[in-house]
């Protein structure tokens, strides 16, 4: 079983729709989470940072950890063509030998279609 | 700004060839990582450096000679790859201190061993 686990689509919703992106986990040391978007060839773009359990709202992204269950979303209102991408979740543990070791999810491709 | 650069942004070398890859932030990040990611594949950690030590090396073959020459920048050496090390190589930069530690990734060097 991967450490992290994130269903990699493909996912295809129409312009405006609410996007849920998940992924889970069993490592109880993470702490820090994140969500990247990844357009095609392209580096991974930071989107959302969470420290321990929580929301964190950004514009159109909201980003829920809840690690009592072990699970992360990341949430896209209005979705727009331009949100199609690869979208990876990542998480760190705090410090010592996992220091600055980042475990990814495989990531979920999504499209958004006009 | 959170902006990490890297050179070149494309790159075809030969088995036998030496080039290097470089990458530079001015974040006053004490971080710096090199990733390297297969298509349709999250990235893979191969090194960290902290403080311009490198803190760790993920068994990554002696083809791939990482340099932390100062604060700001990170050089990925190469030397005798093979064509199955043709991939997207990232790099990427984040703090040390101050319970922050999202990694902020450069556009990536996409290599191609012929």
């Known amino acids: 079983q991967k450490e992290v686990e994130q269903d990699p689509g493909p996912l295809s919703v129409p312009e405006g729709a609410i996007v849920s992106l998940n992924c889970t986990y069993s490592?109880?040391?993470?702490?820090?989470f994140m969500w990247y978007r990844q357009y095609s060839r392209k580096g991974p773009e930071l989107l959302m940072y969470t420290y321990s359990s929580g929301n964190k709202e950004d514009g159109r992204f909201t980003a829920q950890v809840d690690k009592s269950s072990k699970y992360i979303s990341l949430f896209i209102r209005d979705s727009q063509p331009s949100d199609s991408a690869t979208y990876l979740c990542a998480m760190s543990a705090d410090g010592g030998t996992s220091y600055g070791k980042l475990t990814f999810g495989q990531g979920t491709i999504l499209t958004v279609h006009p | 700004d959170t902006e990490v650069t890297q050179t070149p942004k494309h790159l075809v070398m030969g088995m036998t060839n030496k080039k290097s890859l470089k990458c530079e932030q001015h974040m006053g990040h004490r971080a710096m990582y090199w990733y390297k990611q297969k298509a349709k594949k999250p990235p893979e950690l191969m090194f960290v450096y902290s403080y311009e030590k490198l803190s760790i090396n993920e068994s990554v073959p002696s083809r791939f000679s990482p340099e932390c020459p100062n604060s700001s920048l990170l050089n990925l050496h190469l030397h005798a790859l093979q064509p199955e090390d043709s991939a997207l190589y990232l790099c990427?930069?984040?703090?040390?201190?101050?319970?922050?530690?999202?990694?902020?990734f450069g556009p990536g060097t996409r290599l191609t061993v012929t």
């Open positions: 490592n109880s040391a993470f702490q820090y």
């Open positions: 990427a930069s984040s703090q040390v201190t101050g319970g922050s530690y999202e990694q902020y």
